[in-house]
């Protein structure tokens, strides 16, 4: 195997989650819908809000690599849904199909043996593919370990 082939599949396990950190799906599943919009003690965001900031940024990452023109929101407000949102269980499904799209997407680009990891996107020198998915991979195992501590806390596991 080489090097690339490793380095591709190390990346896809990253992306994934299970091996350091909690996968997304395990994070999520079966949360009672009469607490999505709850606010834990002390935090000033409910498990939706966390969730819809995750789909945020994964989703800003991917129109980076993908699109020269794209301009990422303002920091940090236009990373997070407005404080007051509420949404029901359609809006909570909606947030989780959209991470998982573009979830799925980042994971195409790591596997395509064509796209060169390593080399600088044309539209920002300096940024290859390989440290966007190591940033997504970090800020998801984060907030996606935060989300699980708050189940715990907001004693919604099953």
């Known amino acids: ?9 190390q ?3 990253m ?13 999520v599943a079966d949360f009672p819908a009469a607490h999505m919009n ?3 003690p002390h935090v000033p965001y409910t498990p939706w809000q966390l969730l819809e900031h995750l789909r945020i ?5 991917l129109e980076f690599i993908q699109n020269p023109a794209h301009r990422s929101p303002p920091w940090p407000d236009g990373y997070w849904p407005p404080r007051t949102t509420s949404v ?3 809006m909570w499904a909606q947030t989780i199909s959209a991470f998982h799209a573009d979830h799925q997407t980042l994971q195409t680009i790591v596997a395509n043996p064509a796209i060169d990891l390593y080399a600088s996107l044309l539209h920002a020198p300096g940024y290859t593919i390989v440290r966007e998915m190591l940033v997504v991979a970090e800020h998801n195992a984060y907030h996606i370990g935060e989300f699980a501590i708050l189940r715990q806390v907001m004693a919604t596991w099953s």
């Not at 195997?1 to 599949?9: H, K, T």
């Open 1 to 9: 195997m080489s090097n690339d082939q490793v380095v591709r599949e």
């Open 11 to 13: 990346l896809l396990a």
């Open 15 to 27: 992306l994934r989650g299970g091996q350091a950190f909690m996968p997304f799906d395990q994070a």
């Open 38 to 40: 709850d606010f834990p």
């Open 57 to 61: 940024a994964q989703w800003d990452i």
């Open 88 to 90: 029901d269980s359609a």
